[in-house]
Each structure stands twice: as C-alpha cells, then as structure tokens.
C-alpha cells in the first residue's frame, strides 16, 4: 500500500475515533449524536442565527440540520426567537443549560486535542498544522472552483 492510499484509509479512521471518543465522553451522558454537539459548538461561536446560517457553516443537508434543532429545542438546549429584524423568520439561540454544555463539549474537545498530540514535539505540531492549514486551503479552492462550474 502506498503512501496516499494509507493516508486515504487512515482520514476516515482518525475522524471516526475522534467522534467516538468525544461521544463516549461527552454524547453518552446527554444522548446526543456528535452533529448536534457540533451545532451547539457552531451556536456558542455564532450566538443568536438562523438555520440557514448552521447550514452553511456546518455543511449538512437543511433536513438535517433542521432534524438535530428540533431534538436539541425538545431537549431543552436551543430555543427559536422570532428575528425582531424580519418577523418572518426564527432565531436559534442556546439556552443557559445549552451554553453550558456546549462549553463542556469545547473543554472535551480540548482533552481530545491532548490526546492526539500526546508523545508529538513541538516541531512535529506545527508541521501538522502547516500541512493541515494546507489541506484546508486545497480543499476550499476545490470547492470554489466547483461552485464556479456549476454557475
């Protein structure tokens, strides 16, 4: 196996086990999946915003996105207000026990971090970074390039 294709194999690998552990840690206790801590996360970023805006942010379907709200309005973490802006349309906003949780999740994904990097130089973080940051920037100019495409 060459070097790509380990890379390629490993990606999805490491993402998953990221979210496992940090549903192990944090989701298990609350029973909430990983994209709806992710939407409480995007919400303690962003403040106040409508669901449009998480859909953008996070890049999930509106159903999705929408579906997760709906658990996390019921559970008690969001709220909807009326956009005293355009009485037409909602705001979702954290509650107290939400913002709370949501900061839980920051702290967890924190101790996550720690774990990862655990026995990696300083040297050696900032080459991750660097060739992530690089990734990143790859990946944002494939996706513009196709937006243009489809123009």
Do not use: W
């Given at each position: 196996?060459?070097?790509?294709?380990?890379?390629?194999?490993?990606?999805?690998?490491?993402?998953k086990l990221i979210l496992r552990c940090h549903f192990?840690?944090?989701?298990?206790?609350?029973?909430?999946?990983?994209?709806?801590?992710?939407?409480?996360?995007?919400?303690?970023?962003?403040?106040?915003?409508?669901?449009?805006?998480?859909?953008?942010?996070?890049?999930?379907?509106?159903?999705?996105?929408?579906?997760?709200?709906?658990?996390?309005?019921?559970?008690?973490?969001?709220?909807?207000?009326?956009?005293?802006?355009?009485?037409?349309?909602?705001?979702?906003?954290?509650?107290?026990?939400?913002?709370?949780?949501?900061?839980?999740?920051?702290?967890?994904?924190?101790?996550?971090?720690?774990?990862?990097?655990?026995?990696?130089?300083?040297?050696?973080?900032?080459?991750?970074v660097a060739f992530q940051e690089r990734m990143i920037?790859?990946?944002?100019?494939?996706?513009?390039?196709?937006?243009?495409?489809?123009?």
């Amino acid at each position: 196996m060459n070097l790509r294709e380990r890379y390629l194999q490993q990606t999805p690998q490491l993402h998953k086990l990221i979210l496992r552990c940090h549903f192990h840690v944090m989701g298990k206790r609350d029973k909430l999946h990983p994209g709806q801590m992710e939407i409480l996360i995007q919400m303690l970023e962003e403040g106040q915003c409508n669901q449009r805006k998480l859909v953008r942010e996070m890049g999930c379907s509106a159903a999705s996105v929408a579906m997760s709200i709906k658990r996390l309005e019921k559970s008690g973490y969001v709220r909807k207000e009326i956009n005293p802006e355009d009485l037409r349309s909602t705001r979702i906003a954290l509650t107290p026990v939400g913002r709370r949780l949501a900061l839980e999740s920051v702290e967890c994904m924190k101790r996550m971090e720690d774990i990862q990097l655990s026995g990696f130089s300083e040297e050696e973080v900032s080459q991750m970074v660097a060739f992530q940051e690089r990734m990143i920037e790859n990946m944002k100019r494939f996706l513009k390039e196709e937006r243009v495409k489809g123009e």
